[in-house]
């Protein structure tokens, strides 16, 4: 018997339609764990670096984590890895809702796509019954209105759909993969779904999973239970409200955006508006958000409340989350909140990406306002109007003209890095907010950052929301708040750690950006990243783990509850060691394909205050410190020590290593 | 007969504080597996939350008696404005539907409110259930009461049920005669 995982793929040919169901190798476990570390080994294995995005060779996977179906709270995300259509290296964007434990309890760890489907299809899975069957008749169709419709249609409404909405079907390099209140958004994995032609997945499951130590299992389950109801009961104190809690940011409970509409940047990534939280703007605000989330909702098995379920003004329900509630408004400088409600719902059946798409509509109208695009770009045909000059008219617009690939939209719906190639003639100096030619937050601020800049430049996410959590943003005021913060604070590695936070400073040497140290970023990035690997591996929201401060799940805590689940006796160098795998297989599959150093840094923009000197000696610090070579490609010594001597065979024969050193 | 005092089991559900999460669903499969928390599987609990997103329905139902067969009607009730679907609010596992039956075995479940040695000091859904939505109650009422059936009537009861009474006599007869 196997425990936690399944032990079953789905292997599906999309070309011919065969499905397969394969037992998958118990040692994968002991070596990979599961989910974004399974899949990174399938990928390597199986995709060699001369397979393009939109090749049929390009793996589509959709997997579950070691603890998806577990009694453990939130262990609800699935991951879902492809080579991105807008990066060109291997994305893992993950969703929460429902649709993994469905898929554990129908028998299976993953499903594997390959090639691609020549007419519209969407797979069923019920148990041991799985079968591809049409869906020309869904083309077109909402990513929120195809999960209802199939439901229906098979007459069964506790099976979980996870679809793509128009924007997946045209392969914008945006597009998401929609599911009940959550999405996989970054990197086009909907662009992929599309591309071969499949319109959603459909699962339901009435197996079981099976603990290998159940009693145990619960038991340490108790303490992270009694912590969760600890810290709901007592907030983070002098942090940000939004830092606060745990789960993801409880954007749909709290109404005060003073933060995020002040201190991030409005438009194209451009302007704070430091005066813009006034008391008639508060108010109307909250008013909107109030009269708009009906009720706070969760993924599986979890106790928090991260989503809402909104209809604005009586008009269609959609799910929302975080800061998706925000963007579109930020985007087109429109203050009427009710719009982001009113754009979005339109977005969500379209199925995009909501922290890039905004991005790309606010780059077209800088275009414009450039003399870059012109009225003939934004003008209409016999199939649509042309372009309102309101801002909001003109947003509504643009994000039609994308997701359908019309007219301007057809350029700008491979992101804003091709779309400035593309249109040339200057703007390429628009395209000032891409890392890897990935859109990231719209933020500038004024002092480098020693770990944000780590974190941006380096991470195989190529999205900093999905790095970042396990250290506070910024230093605490008073002694008095240090000590009170490290106190209590279980959730550390290492004790070690405590002193680098009593001793960091608002200014002067112990300060951004001379402090934290390369040296000490290197160690609390490397630690961030390790939290986020179990966390991917498990399925578990990093709500609850590695995006928030001292947060239920954590690296003490984490050995025990794999061990009684699996079986196996893992202890926390094990687990680490076993991630640590992961991450560098993941980087060196990125570096067979390109990815060095030269690419490794944050918008030029990013910050107004640059230290090129340290910045430098920050990324090779933290390369030396993974035991990485100075171009960031992992060297022979290090990965024959995880076990990965064979990769370094290969990236020797491929030139990328030479000599298995710098 | 005498009067004695009986414990009612309630669990309240205020449903407006549902979240959807189903950490219920989980804990009573895992708490009734054998082994105990051997295994998870929501379709083998004894509480399901029915739940239509879109529609804002979620309405946590816990099973009940085991009926042979279903309503002669079916009622739809429109509460808020939302439509509920029939059998919803149905506690019954009842050949209309698979709701409430082992999926192996399709032999029916029923909440026994977690009773076990040692007791549990309320069911484990109540204890789980983070939002609180989930209430265990208990309160003594005076009833009557009841003698309790043997096993030997319980169980002939039962093939009555299923067979009738008549074929029930006649076998009995058959029986006797032979020994």
């Given at each position: 018997m196997r425990y936690a995982e399944t032990g079953y793929n789905l292997e599906?040919?999309?070309?011919?339609?065969n499905i397969e169901r394969v037992e998958t190798d118990p040692k994968m476990m002991e070596t990979h764990l599961g989910g974004l570390g399974t899949s990174i080994k399938i990928?390597?294995?199986r995709v060699p670096p001369e397979v393009k995005p939109f090749d049929p060779e390009n793996l589509l996977i959709f997997s579950t984590g070691l603890l998806n179906g577990t009694p453990a709270f939130s262990a609800n995300r699935t991951v879902v890895t492809f080579v991105s259509p807008q990066s060109n290296y291997l994305a893992y964007p993950m969703m929460g809702g429902f649709w993994s434990a469905e898929l554990k309890y129908a028998g299976y760890d993953k499903i594997i796509f390959r090639n691609k489907s020549p007419k519209w299809v969407y797979l069923w899975i019920h148990n041991d019954k799985v079968e591809l069957r049409d869906a020309s008749h869904l083309q077109g169709k909402g990513a929120l209105e195809t999960q209802d419709l199939i439901r229906k249609e098979l007459n069964d409404p506790r099976a979980q759909v996870a679809a793509i909405g128009l924007a997946g079907e045209n392969r914008c390099f945006t597009a998401s993969?929609?599911?009940?209140?959550?999405s996989a958004s970054r990197l086009g994995g909907g662009a992929i779904m599309g591309d071969k032609k499949i319109k959603a997945i459909a699962v339901r499951g009435t197996k079981d999973v099976n603990l290998a130590r159940g009693a145990e299992f619960m038991e340490h389950m108790k303490g992270v239970t009694e912590y969760i109801n600890f810290r709901n009961a007592n907030p983070i104190k002098d942090v940000m409200t939004i830092l606060q809690g745990i789960g993801s940011p409880q954007e749909m409970v709290h109404t005060d955006e003073k933060w995020h509409t002040e201190n991030f940047a409005w438009g194209n990534a451009r302007v704070r508006r430091k005066d813009f939280w006034s008391k008639e703007n508060a108010q109307n605000w909250t008013d909107t958000q109030l009269d708009t989330v009906k009720r706070l909702i969760s993924c599986f098995n979890c106790p928090q409340h991260c989503g809402g379920l909104v209809s604005y003004q009586n008009g269609p329900y959609y799910m929302m989350k975080c800061f998706g509630k925000l963007t579109y408004c930020m985007a087109s400088y429109v203050d009427d909140l009710g719009f982001n409600f009113r754009i979005l719902q339109r977005a969500t059946e379209y199925g995009v990406d909501s922290f890039s798409t905004p991005q790309i509509l606010a780059f077209a109208v800088e275009l414009y306002e450039a003399g870059i695009l012109t009225d003939k770009d934004f003008a209409g045909t016999s199939a649509y109007e042309a372009c309102p000059s309101d801002k909001e008219g003109r947003f509504f617009w643009l994000l039609d003209r994308v997701v359908r690939r019309e007219g301007i939209g057809d350029i700008l719906a491979d992101g804003v890095y091709y779309a400035a190639r593309n249109i040339g003639n200057g703007a390429e100096e628009f395209d000032h907010n891409t890392v890897k030619k990935h859109e990231q937050l719209p933020l500038k601020l004024g002092m480098m950052d020693p770990l944000y800049y780590l974190m941006y430049s380096t991470n195989e996410k190529i999205s900093i929301t999905q790095i970042e959590g396990q250290w506070p943003q910024t230093p605490f005021a008073t002694m008095e708040q240090r000590e009170d913060f490290v106190r209590d604070w279980p959730q550390l590695p290492d004790d070690h750690f405590k002193q680098y936070l009593l001793d960091w400073e608002f200014r002067g040497e112990k300060a951004n950006p001379y402090y934290p140290t390369p040296q000490m970023a290197a160690e609390i990035v490397d630690w961030m990243e390790m939290l986020h690997n179990v966390d991917d591996a498990c399925c578990v929201c990093a709500g609850m783990s590695s995006f928030c401060l001292k947060p239920p799940y954590h690296i003490h805590n984490y050995p025990k509850l794999i061990s009684a689940a699996t079986g196996m006796d893992l202890d926390e160098?094990?687990?680490?060691?076993?991630?640590?795998r992961s991450r560098n297989l993941h980087r060196a599959f990125n570096n067979r394909r390109g990815?060095?150093?030269?690419?490794?840094?944050?918008?030029a923009d990013h910050w107004k205050k640059r230290f090129p000197e340290i910045e430098e000696d920050l990324l090779s610090t933290y390369y030396r410190f993974k035991g990485w070579n100075q171009n960031g490609i992992p060297t022979r010594e290090k990965l024959e020590e995880l076990d990965l001597g064979y990769v370094a065979e290969d990236l020797e024969k491929r030139g990328i290593l030479k000599n298995g050193q710098d | 007969m005498a009067r004695i005092k009986k414990k009612i089991k309630t669990i309240k559900i205020d449903a407006d504080k549902c979240n959807g999460c189903r950490g219920c669903e989980i804990v009573c499969s895992a708490f009734h597996a054998n082994p105990q928390y051997s295994s998870i599987n929501p379709a083998r609990s004894r509480v399901q939350v029915i739940t239509n997103r879109l529609q804002n329905k979620w309405l946590p139902v816990f099973a009940g008696?085991?009926?042979?067969?279903e309503c002669m009607g079916r009622d739809k009730y429109i509460i808020d404005g939302k439509e509920y679907d029939e059998c919803d609010f149905c506690r019954a596992a009842c050949p209309s539907r698979d709701l409430f039956k082992?999926?192996?075995?399709?032999?029916p479940l029923k909440c026994d409110m977690c009773e076990s040695d040692p007791p549990q000091e309320k069911p484990k859904c109540?204890?789980?259930?983070?939002?609180d939505v989930l209430i265990y109650e208990e309160r003594e009422e005076e009833v009557e009461e009841e003698e309790k059936p043997s096993d030997a009537e319980s169980g002939l009861k039962a093939l009555t049920d299923k067979y009738g009474l008549e074929m029930i006599a006649d076998t009995f007869a058959r029986m006797a005669q032979k020994s």
């Open positions: 599906i040919d999309l070309s011919r339609g990928h390597w294995d993969i929609e599911q009940s209140r959550s160098a094990g687990l680490k060691k076993i991630v640590n990815m060095t150093r030269a690419e490794e840094h944050p918008p | 008696e085991y009926t042979p067969a082992e999926p192996d075995s399709g032999l109540v204890e789980i259930c983070l939002s």
